[in-house]
């Protein structure tokens, strides 16, 4: 009776603890953000969701910025021991060979202009002369011709050689000319920028160069020249900026930095280039038009000078354009 009686006890117990049990709120997920429009409006539920993003107010402004271009010190001039002809060290192997045979190249177009071809005008008149005069055959004047013709060919054949090595060098930065003329103690700094900077410097420009193995020193120096030829996988375009400088310890293969201070002509309004989303060939940036809303909005960009972007379109003073957590936007509002 007392083991039944217990039981009971226990039951009544487990009973009253299970009616005073108080229930646990079941967890729920953040209601999602509203995309509307097609895609243009995105409204989330409230601030403490937007507090992510930042955004900057846009006005005119004067583009300026600076640009740093990677480059390397492509070619050391050096005297030479002999005959007065300067040495131009280079970096790349390939280039040492098209200047040399370069050289040798114009060396023998001298030497056959100079020298063959009017060797062989002078015989031809001569053997001419003897034919009008009985003294000569007609197999001597072909022959006196054919002469004449080969040392023609052979300069052609230099010429299209001496192109060749040239458009190496030129490819590289350089100029052959100028690389003759140069001075011992010059170095030249190949650099690279991207094609659509060619607005923003132009040659003369002004620019400083540090050198890695030297990065306390700063150079000043300008712009050479811009290099004929757009790379058409990198869409970079090489600067060639001389240094001259009688320090000795700068070598050819030391990496450098060089800076431009650039500036656009007008004021307008422009952009952080972080602000600019790209989609199918079109430029976007996300305005925030309510505390909580962000509208895409299609603008019609310019030039760029370092990280700012000018607009044409699209915009107005005033309006605040998300700078941070742009992907994030393009990808609720392209669906991505």
């Not at 991207?194 to 002004?206: D, M, S």
């Not at 699209?314 to 994030?328: A, C, D, H, P, W």
């Amino acid at each position: 009776m007392q083991r039944i009686t217990r039981y009971f006890f226990a039951a009544a117990l487990l009973l009253a603890g299970c009616k005073h049990k108080t229930p646990q709120p079941v967890a729920t997920d953040d209601p999602a953000p509203v995309v509307t429009n097609n895609g243009q409006q995105i409204t989330f539920p409230d601030s403490a969701s937007t507090s992510f993003f930042s955004v900057e107010s846009v006005g005119d402004s004067v583009l300026s910025g600076t640009l740093h271009a990677p480059g390397k010190v492509a070619a050391t001039v050096v005297r030479g021991d002999e005959g007065g002809q300067n040495i131009v060290l280079f970096d790349d192997p390939g280039l040492n060979s098209d200047y040399s045979q370069l050289i040798q190249h114009k060396i023998n177009i001298n030497h056959i202009q100079q020298i063959n071809i009017t060797q062989r005008k002078i015989e031809l008149d001569r053997t001419q002369d003897l034919y009008d005069h009985g003294a000569a055959s007609g197999k001597d004047i072909l022959e006196a011709k054919s002469n004449l013709s080969m040392e023609q060919t052979n300069l052609a054949n230099e010429r299209t050689q001496l192109i060749e090595h040239e458009s190496g060098l030129k490819a590289a930065g350089f100029d052959p000319e100028a690389l003759r003329s140069t001075s011992p103690g010059s170095a030249y700094i190949i650099c690279d920028i991207p094609e659509n900077q060619l607005n923003n410097v132009k040659k003369g420009a002004p620019c400083t160069v540090v050198l890695s193995s030297f990065p306390n020193n700063a150079y000043e120096a300008k712009v050479e020249d811009i290099a004929d030829v757009i790379d058409d996988v990198t869409r970079m375009i090489k600067l060639r900026i001389r240094l001259n400088t009688p320090d000795t310890d700068i070598r050819a293969g030391m990496f450098a930095t060089v800076t431009f201070q650039v500036h656009g002509d007008n004021k307008g309004i422009n952009i952080n280039r972080d602000a600019l989303v790209t989609s199918e060939g079109q430029n976007y940036v996300f305005v925030r038009t309510a505390p909580n809303t962000f509208t895409r909005r299609e603008i019609r960009t310019g030039q760029q000078i370092g990280e700012r972007i000018a607009v044409y379109s699209g915009l107005q003073n005033g309006e605040s354009v998300v700078v941070k957590g742009v992907m994030q936007l393009k990808g609720l509002s392209f669906g991505y």
